[in-house]
């Protein structure tokens, strides 16, 4: 497990986050397809807080694309960065995750993480900003669909319909299994919204999740107890 120290300069207000945010989001790459869906190495990126003590764990999960056999596994732990604000979540995560992918002992290939790219009200979600800083290609899968409007998309399993911010689609609602809530995916960095979907189904060939999330958080909730732990 590494610890983390909170990075000299890292903002500390709104105003700078969102300054950061602006900054940065000329530099997103939505050209390439990225990589083809079941092929090379997938990583699954998420993050667990001890608000009380003041703590985050991230956990980064690498599995072989093709038959999601987990291959290398890598935690960090440090202070949270940011306070909880809405829109501004990397902040609190960021340097957490990626120390937690830089001490991983092989290239990550794609990372899913568990939040958002595009579908985000600066276009620049933790998927995006991850993307960005390290130049891999990035995509998100959440939960919720945040701020924006869909329609539900079909009940069988690779349904989509648009994820909307006004008439701008900003990501897909995506049925992962048949008949049950969708998930959300947007693009983050050098990765197509088609592709994107394409690799959570991949992902999902028994849970509405991808495994990559899955076994994310499950490591890091570990990472985070056992350092809990260390602290108390």
């Avoid at 849970?207 to 990559?212: K, S």
Wanted: charged share 20%; with cysteine; aromatic share 6%.
């Amino acid at each position: 497990m590494t610890s983390v120290r909170i990075p000299e300069g890292w903002p500390t207000t709104e105003e700078a986050a969102r300054a950061v945010q602006d900054r940065l989001r000329g530099r997103v790459v939505l050209d390439e397809p990225g990589p083809p869906p079941g092929t090379g190495r997938v990583t699954g990126v998420d993050v667990a807080y001890d608000d009380e003590r003041d703590l985050v764990a991230a956990a980064a999960v690498v599995l072989d694309a093709a038959s999601l056999e987990a291959v290398a596994e890598a935690t960090a732990v440090g202070r949270i960065s940011f306070p909880y604000v809405p829109g501004l979540l990397a902040f609190r995560e960021i340097p957490t995750v990626l120390a937690a992918l830089e001490a991983l002992p092989c290239p990550p290939g794609l990372v899913v993480c568990d939040g958002y790219g595009l579908a985000h009200p600066r276009r620049f979600g933790l998927a995006s900003h991850l993307g960005v800083l390290t130049g891999l290609p990035t995509i998100g899968v959440a939960k919720n669909p945040f701020t924006f409007t869909f329609t539900a998309p079909a009940t069988p399993r690779g349904s989509t319909a648009p994820l909307l911010a006004g008439a701008e689609e900003v990501g897909r609602a995506l049925r992962t299994r048949d008949s049950v809530k969708p998930v959300f995916v947007s693009v983050g960095h050098r990765v197509g919204l088609a592709n994107a979907c394409a690799h959570t189904l991949a992902l999902t060939p028994a849970h509405r999740l991808p495994e990559t999330t899955r076994r994310a958080d499950a490591l890091c909730r570990r990472a985070l107890w056992e350092a809990a732990g260390t602290d108390a």
